[in-house]
């Protein structure tokens, strides 16, 4: 592990080295999401939040699932196989990495940018030459917080943004196994 700004830590849980162990401490009320390793939280993120405060331990029990393909899958034409792989980002300009939420995000802020000329200050990554909403750019954000937010297949009759994105060939599921909250 390292503790400069930006550093990964080695946090590899599995049969040989067991379940990993992280503790982290909040002085203020926080919402800490959990996501996979290419996954990003956004407004329409599948990610469980957890409130914490201070003055309560929360103990979260987590399962890690990671499913992957056979390696000749690869060399199938995307279009017929119906997934991408986290290093096929073609269209993908705010993340190293492709996944089925980085693909939302994008779709999300060119969403923003088409409605009201600007990005929310709370997605996760702006670039050089994006506008990010002052105060009125916010207000029309909320104004058209449904159909900014929710993320709709073509043939469904509800407000919200179509985004064809496709899923990730390798997959992680995390699920939420155990919590216990106890008062300090």
Same mark, same amino acid.
């Given at each position: 592990?390292?503790?400069?700004?930006g550093a990964?830590?080695?946090?590899?849980?599995?049969?040989?080295?067991?379940?990993?162990?992280?503790?982290l401490?909040?002085?203020?009320?926080?919402?800490?999401?959990?996501?996979?390793?290419?996954?990003?939280?956004?407004?329409?993120?599948r990610?469980?939040?957890?409130?914490?405060?201070?003055?309560?331990?929360?103990?979260?029990? %987590? /399962?890690?699932? &990671?499913?992957?393909?056979?390696?000749?899958?690869? *060399?199938?034409? #995307?279009?017929? $196989?119906?997934?991408?792989?986290?290093?096929?980002?073609?269209?993908?300009?705010?993340?190293k990495?492709?996944?089925?939420?980085?693909?939302?995000?994008e779709?999300?802020?060119?969403?923003?940018k088409?409605?009201?000329?600007?990005?929310?200050?709370? %997605? /996760?990554?702006? &670039?050089?030459g994006?506008?990010?909403?002052n105060? *009125?750019?916010? #207000?029309?954000? $909320?104004?058209?917080f449904?159909?900014?937010?929710?993320?709709?297949n073509s043939?469904?009759?509800?407000?919200?943004i179509?985004?064809?994105?496709?899923?990730?060939?390798?997959?992680m599921?995390?699920?939420?196994?155990?919590?216990e909250?106890?008062?300090?």
């Amino acid at each position: 592990g390292s503790s400069k700004p930006g550093a990964f830590l080695d946090m590899k849980s599995n049969t040989t080295t067991g379940p990993g162990r992280l503790k982290l401490e909040f002085n203020y009320e926080v919402e800490a999401y959990y996501t996979s390793n290419v996954d990003v939280p956004n407004f329409n993120s599948r990610s469980v939040k957890v409130p914490v405060t201070n003055s309560y331990h929360v103990l979260l029990i %987590l /399962a890690v699932t &990671e499913v992957e393909n056979a390696e000749g899958i690869k *060399s199938t034409p #995307i279009a017929k $196989r119906e997934c991408k792989f986290r290093t096929e980002n073609e269209g993908i300009t705010s993340y190293k990495y492709y996944s089925d939420t980085t693909c939302e995000s994008e779709c999300l802020k060119k969403k923003m940018k088409e409605v009201c000329n600007c990005i929310s200050p709370q %997605l /996760a990554r702006v &670039e050089l030459g994006d506008k990010v909403c002052n105060l *009125s750019g916010v #207000i029309c954000l $909320r104004q058209k917080f449904g159909e900014m937010t929710v993320i709709v297949n073509s043939w469904e009759n509800r407000t919200g943004i179509v985004c064809k994105c496709m899923k990730n060939c390798e997959e992680m599921y995390i699920d939420l196994v155990f919590r216990e909250t106890l008062s300090q």
